[in-house]
């Protein structure tokens, strides 16, 4: 059978799981009790070039492939904190590939570098209080004034809400027919000191407490007109695209987050002495470990 890693991704592999030991494993307790991941952390992702990967070369990513992203997944969520692992992944594969895909060559120039460097940090705006799965009943909506449009209305849900500086933000720019709800759906490139934005909660989660997660509210926000990502009205076709990537990187953290799990009290037996011998001589728990 083909091995599906090369050489190159098991040096990367290599790599990433390094860092996570020596630079997030240690740090994760104190960061599910702050509730976010702090800057520095964004900014040294960026210096080793974990969040670039795919990105191309011309803005400073590494140009590599999705199997980069899959290595660089599945080590981030060995860190111990989904919350950790799934705010990164968010950043790296649930926002910012749209700007790669839809995005001009201004807006790349613009935004690209900051993303890949950490300084500007990424969060996917569709989810509100009475849509989120269903995308096509998004209700926030955007008026064209001048060269501004002008946002009004609410987000939740929002991981990296909090404290990020990228909003890709889906909004109505037009009304959808009964038969054709999608219509009228557009993207847009929002930063977080746009007039008109306001962080208006901070959510508490039954966990993953390192992923902050807002409410978010748009009352008039000016966004300018060159900030529109992709087509006017075609942002349904956009999200549709993109969000078969976020279920499958998703689905990548789920993963091995869960063989991590399983990894630790499997080592942990093998070194917890009982009765004059490790507990994974007992053969009860052996049971255990493998209906698990």
């Known amino acids: 059978m083909r091995e599906l890693f090369t050489s190159d991704h098991q040096l990367l592999r290599k790599s990433i799981r390094g860092f996570v030991e020596k630079e997030i494993v240690p740090h994760v307790g104190e960061w599910e009790q702050e509730g976010r991941i702090p800057k520095t952390l964004w900014r040294r992702l960026g210096e080793v070039g974990f969040l670039g990967l795919e990105f191309p070369a011309e803005y400073g990513g590494g140009g590599g492939d999705f199997l980069s992203t899959v290595v660089f997944a599945e080590e981030m ?9 799934f705010s990164v992944l968010v950043h790296t594969d649930m926002s910012s590939p749209w700007l ?4 001009t060559e201004a807006q790349k120039r613009k935004y690209l570098p900051g993303i890949i460097s950490g300084e500007t940090v990424c969060a996917l705006g569709i989810t509100e209080p009475g849509a989120g799965s269903d995308m096509a009943g998004i209700a926030t909506r955007a008026v064209r004034s001048g060269d501004h449009y002008l946002v009004t209305g609410n987000k939740i849900f929002i991981t990296n809400g909090v404290y990020g500086d990228l909003y890709f933000l889906a909004v109505r720019t037009g009304p959808g027919r009964p038969e054709r709800r999608h219509e009228g759906i557009s993207m847009f ?35 300018p007109v060159e900030n529109l990502l992709g087509e006017e009205g075609r942002g349904f076709q956009q999200l549709a695209v993109g969000l078969q990537r976020e279920r499958l990187v998703a689905a ?3 993963l091995s987050g ?35």
Request: hydrophobic content about 40%; glycine content about 8%.
């Open 77 to 85: 969520a060995r860190c111990r904190s989904g919350g950790v692992g």
């Open 100 to 103: 790669t895909r839809y995005g």
């Open 189 to 223: 490139l929002v930063e977080r000191a746009s007039p008109g934005l306001q962080v208006s909660r901070k959510l508490d989660k039954m966990g993953m407490w390192a992923s902050d997660t807002a409410e978010l509210a748009f009352q008039e926000c000016r966004v």
């Open 258 to 292: 869960a063989a991590q799990a399983l990894d630790d009290p499997v080592a942990y037996r093998r070194e917890r002495q009982a009765f004059g011998e490790p507990l994974a001589a007992r053969q009860a728990l052996r049971h255990r470990v493998a209906d698990l």
């Open 252 to 254: 990548i953290l789920a």
